[in-house]
């Protein structure tokens, strides 16, 4: 039987966080909001979503005029575990791999 994931505590997010530029949250959730057009973020929210099946882990994806905004967290225990750091350093290497400022 898998382990569940341990949520980390604020201060352990905040030490992932100063590895993962433009990324914000705390031990709830974190979160990346990028500036793109449509074309763009239909192409890297395809991208993440094959990542976050590998994974089977996944971000909430909100769009929005110009935006793309990826919130991570763990559901099973309210917050964010070590999953979600993975799922943002993967996230944060599509972006840059696509040549996306954030």
Do not use: C
Not at 20 to 34: C, H, M, N, S, T
Not at 54 to 66: A, F, T, Y
Request: cysteine-free; glycine content about 6%.
């Amino acid at each position: 039987m898998p382990t569940k994931p341990t949520k980390l505590d604020d201060s352990e997010v905040a030490a992932a966080l100063s590895a993962l530029p433009g990324w914000l949250g705390d031990a709830d959730r974190i979160q990346l909001e990028i500036l793109v057009d449509s074309d763009e973020a239909d192409a890297i929210s395809a991208e993440v979503l094959r990542a976050a099946d590998e994974l089977d882990h996944h971000p909430v994806i909100d769009r929005g005029p110009g935006t793309v905004t990826f919130t991570v967290w763990t559901h099973s225990v309210g917050g964010v575990t070590d999953l979600d750091i993975t799922l943002a350093r993967r996230i944060s290497h599509l972006l840059s791999s696509a040549g996306i400022a954030y």
